[in-house]
């Protein structure tokens, strides 16, 4: 029974409309034609309430399916123009990037989970060469800033694009089997979709145009951090410079901006630690965390443990070499929603970057000795964040 | 184009399907406020009368409600988003310049030799955008 208990009293109501006029003496008329409406309507409700209810959930899947679609294809407008704007192609390059979208990976085999995350690793790091040679194919012309800028903008409308074609497939599947449970589980994760398809359509944008996102906001805190002292690469578009800290020595680290590049933070930190043979008294990580509803934006929280998203490889990598050498690891994060995070920076993100390096001097103060070596690292989309 | 055009039709066709849903429910209750009206005055019957005019204007208020609902959508839906924002800063005389985002811009990136001072070139410290929190606010 899908009945509302609200129209169930009306439906009540009215269908005693005519009882009353007859034991009144009153001869009906319209208000008895009303009474076995509404009793046709309660038997009706009562076979059909469950179906009705289906088809008014397929509409409003409908209607977001349709504004998903619509997302999708501006997504992958701009990205052609895009390409096509930075990187001057020779031919039609939309076949090849609508080959792009399709692009799928597939995940190491996990029966036997033993070294599962150097085959993830060497998995995820051939799918970003493969797209990285892909962009670069399709506009030669590309500088490097650019380069990165394309891969990520890509990254995205291909993420558009699948969360479309599951949509879809739920949708269709709903509408073939009528089946309420298929229809109601789409209908109720569907907000949640939504919203995510239209960060990652902001994002879209953001990646086109090199502007920082929300997560950038720990690339804009070590490069605050950094800026004005020499930096060089370190392994796979990392890079470090060593800057005074409060009587410490800060080995401030970030992935390479201006191009949107997260880098390879695991395989960086593991290179400074071996470099400085261990000698680390403390380890700061500083990211864009995920908010709660009711939590301001820009918001800053301290903890300990890695603080860095993603499949989990890099937090490995930096927690075996922490362990190895019993490096205490502090984390100190920006608080932003989901759409934030891939969404044009915000101001609030922007601001609370130096409120986040007093919470990193403090920090640094309470726990460390003068003379000490810290390393720093700002993780996150180094895009439209220099050093 | 064409995709826009398409997507323009199939919201207007939902529109449609919303709207000619709360037409039929505005007639009806119309039409239940009239027979309140003829149970009153007619049948002389106040209780069905009395429970005809609650219905009615039920019903009245909720497509009202719904009808008022769809435009004020469409009306945020007409919105802009606000504009990325560079903000520019001379390290040497402090002076602050907002302007509007350029393709190439980013944080840390160099500029032309400030008017002011002419001595220090000036910096980009900050591309921004300020989005204004229109949502409700939940303060528990
Ligand atoms: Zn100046």
């Known amino acids: 029974m899908t009945l509302i208990p609200i129209s169930d009293a009306i439906t009540l109501l009215v269908s005693n409309a005519p009882i009353y006029t007859n034991q009144l003496g009153g001869d009906g008329g319209w208000t008895s034609y009303i009474g076995l409406f509404s009793m046709a309507l309660f038997f009706v409700m009562i076979f059909y309430g469950q179906r009705i209810q289906s088809r008014m959930m397929i509409r409003d899947v409908e209607s977001s399916l349709h504004k998903l679609r619509f997302i999708k294809d501006e997504g992958r407008k701009t990205a052609i123009e895009t390409l096509k704007e930075a990187g001057k192609p020779t031919v039609d390059i939309s076949s090849r990037v609508d080959r792009c979208l399709d692009y799928f990976t597939i995940g190491p085999q ?219 690891i502090n984390a100190v994060i920006i608080k932003e929603d989901i759409g934030d995070a891939v969404a044009p920076m915000r101001k609030e993100i922007h601001d609370a970057a130096d409120k986040a390096i007093e919470r990193v001097r403090e920090l640094v103060l309470e726990r460390t000795k003068e003379g000490d070596t810290i390393l720093i690292f700002g993780v996150g989309n180094s895009i439209g964040i220099g050093q | 184009m064409t995709q826009s055009n398409q997507q323009q039709s199939s919201a207007n066709k939902i529109s449609l399907y919303l709207m000619f849903i709360v037409l039929i429910v505005l007639g009806l209750s119309i039409v239940t406020l009239f ?41 945020t839906l007409k919105n802009d988003a606000p504009k990325m924002m560079t903000i520019i800063e001379c390290k040497n005389c402090g002076t602050k310049t907002t302007r509007e985002f350029q393709r190439g811009d980013f944080v840390f990136k160099e500029l032309d030799v400030c008017q002011k001072c002419s001595e220090q070139k000036q910096m980009i410290t900050g591309v921004y955008k300020e989005i204004k929190e229109t949502g409700k606010i939940y303060a528990i």
């Open chain 1, 110 to 328: 996990s029966m036997d989970p033993a070294g599962i995350v150097a085959k993830l690793d060497h998995i995820l790091e051939v799918r970003d060469q493969r797209l990285l040679d892909e962009v670069r194919l399709m506009a030669p012309q590309c500088d490097d800033v650019q380069l990165h800028n394309m891969e990520n903008t890509l990254e995205a409308a291909m993420a558009l694009t699948y969360l479309y074609k599951v949509v879809r497939h739920y949708y269709i599947q709903g509408k073939k089997t009528m089946s309420l449970y298929v229809i109601m589980q789409l209908q109720m994760v569907l907000p949640l979709v939504m919203k995510e398809a239209e960060a990652f359509s902001a994002a879209l944008t953001a990646f086109s145009f090199g502007q920082p996102i929300g997560d950038s906001v720990g690339p804009l805190i070590a490069g605050k951090l950094m800026h004005g002292y020499e930096a060089h690469k370190v392994y796979k578009d990392c890079v470090v410079a060593t800057v005074p800290f409060e009587g410490r020595t800060a080995l401030v680290m970030k992935a390479e901006g201006p191009g949107g590049n997260v880098g390879k933070p695991g395989d960086a930190i593991e290179a400074v630690i071996e470099e400085n043979e261990g000698k680390i008294a403390m380890l700061v990580m500083i990211d864009a965390g995920l908010k709660l509803e009711g939590e301001t934006v820009g918001d800053i929280a301290e903890g300990v443990g890695s603080a860095i998203g993603g499949p989990g490889v890099d937090a490995f990598k930096i927690e075996e070499k922490l362990v190895k050498y019993k490096i205490p």
């Open chain 2, 35 to 75: 027979s309140a009206v003829y149970a009153y005055y007619i049948l002389d019957e106040a209780i069905v009368a009395g429970f005809l005019i609650i219905i009615g204007a039920f019903a009245l208020t909720l497509s009202g409600v719904v009808l008022y609902q769809t435009r004020r959508n469409a009306a």
